[in-house]
């Protein structure tokens, strides 16, 4: 099965950004929407945003909201996730996914996520 390829993440000092992106091959395969997700460790995984690959709708975890903002080129197979204002709270390791409608374990908005990439660590220091 082909999985969704994580890149950009890094380390940044609070306050800073990052871009993290998502590339996902066979896009048309993998179903409506594509999501990211970010664990830290004797924590769930927890989600963060996700689009529809159809009609770019969005939606986000309450605690990014106004500092992440996802997108989209479906010509490039790629997704974007745009972090700002980053907090020490946002480092974990952050993973691309993507799945279609539907209730799940992991659900965002009206998205079941069930494919994985095999992740991105985000390091946020003061």
């Known amino acids: 099965q082909v999985q969704p390829v994580e890149s950009g993440g890094g380390s940044v000092q609070v306050g800073g950004s990052l871009r993290v992106s998502c590339v996902v091959s066979?896009?048309?395969?993998?179903?409506?929407?594509t999501g990211w997700f970010r664990e830290t460790p004797g924590k769930e995984r927890e989600g963060v945003a996700a689009?529809?690959?159809?009609?770019?709708?969005?939606y986000y975890e309450d605690s990014v909201k106004g500092r992440f903002t996802i997108s989209q080129v479906t010509a490039k197979n790629t997704v974007y996730l745009q972090m700002d204002s980053l907090k020490i709270e946002d480092s974990a390791m952050y993973y691309c996914?993507?799945?279609?409608?539907?209730?799940?374990?992991?659900?965002?908005?009206?998205?079941?996520?069930?494919?994985w990439g095999q992740g991105t660590q985000v390091t946020v220091s003061s």
């Open positions: 689009i529809l690959r159809t009609n770019d709708d969005t």
């Open positions: 996914a993507a799945g279609g409608f539907g209730s799940c374990a992991y659900n965002i908005g009206p998205c079941c996520f069930d494919t």
């Open positions: 066979e896009y048309a395969e993998f179903g409506t929407c």
